[in-house]
T-cell receptor, first 111, second 118 residues
């Protein structure tokens, strides 16, 4: 069974630009959640989607948004990038039994 | 107050020995789940083990076991027979509320960097 797939693996953007990250969950998993990992703040929850609906949102500004498609694939968008947005962005998918499986992450560098 | 506390920033262990990584948690919700993840330098988060708050027995997965002490609110990870490939960052995490529903938000600890020496 294929795991959680995140694309791209690496991104370099400049301040003010926007970026879209993609996540394909494990087949049959309907929940997709996103996390940001930085050396200073550690792992922080961004948001979670289930059946195309955002069910949970972390404490991030409105520049961070996401969506989920009918095939459960999810995208995360960050607009007006800031230097502090440089991070590893991790996507996780889950079945209804509650365990979360993560992808390899997208490492975003903002210059 | 921190919900997940990992008091060991770094740990060293000799190959083939067992090691315990500490994790304490704080929640008032009677339903919760506890997770351990391994993160090698490559960045991927590898799921290791899960313990639900109502599970009667401690979870085990191969060389990994979770020493769940509910009254003390601790969920320590025990790795038996350490291998060089076990060298990585280890994170303890908690999900509050019952599995399913809108409870796929994890709160993570700061992590413990485990180094396995040959």
């Amino acid at each position: 069974k294929a795991g959680v797939t995140q694309t791209p693996r690496y991104l370099i953007k400049t301040r003010g630009q926007q970026v879209t990250l993609s996540c394909s969950p494990i087949s049959g998993h309907r929940s997709v959640s996103w996390y940001q990992q930085t050396p200073g703040q550690g792992l922080q929850f961004l948001f979670e989607y289930f059946s195309e609906t955002q069910r949970n949102k972390g404490n991030f500004p409105g520049r961070f948004s996401g969506r989920q498609f009918s095939n459960s694939r999810s995208e995360m968008n960050v607009s007006t990038l800031e230097l502090g947005d440089s991070a590893l962005y991790l996507c996780a998918s889950s079945n209804d039994r509650g365990s979360l499986h993560f992808g390899n992450g997208t490492r975003l560098t903002v210059t | 107050a921190q919900k997940i506390t990992q008091t060991q920033p770094g740990m060293f262990v000799q190959e083939k020995e067992a090691v315990t990584l500490d994790c304490t948690y704080d929640t008032s919700d009677p339903s919760y789940g506890l997770f351990w993840y391994k993160q090698p330098s490559s960045g991927e988060m590898i799921f290791l083990i899960y313990q639900g708050s109502y599970d009667q027995q401690n979870a085990t997965e191969g060389r990994y076991s979770l020493n769940f002490q509910k009254a003390r609110k601790s969920a320590n990870l025990v790795i038996s027979a350490s291998q060089l490939g076990d060298s990585a960052m280890y994170f303890c995490a908690m999900r509050e509320g019952r599995s399913g529903g809108s409870n796929y938000k994890l709160t993570f600890g700061k992590g413990t960097l485990l180094t396995v020496n040959p």
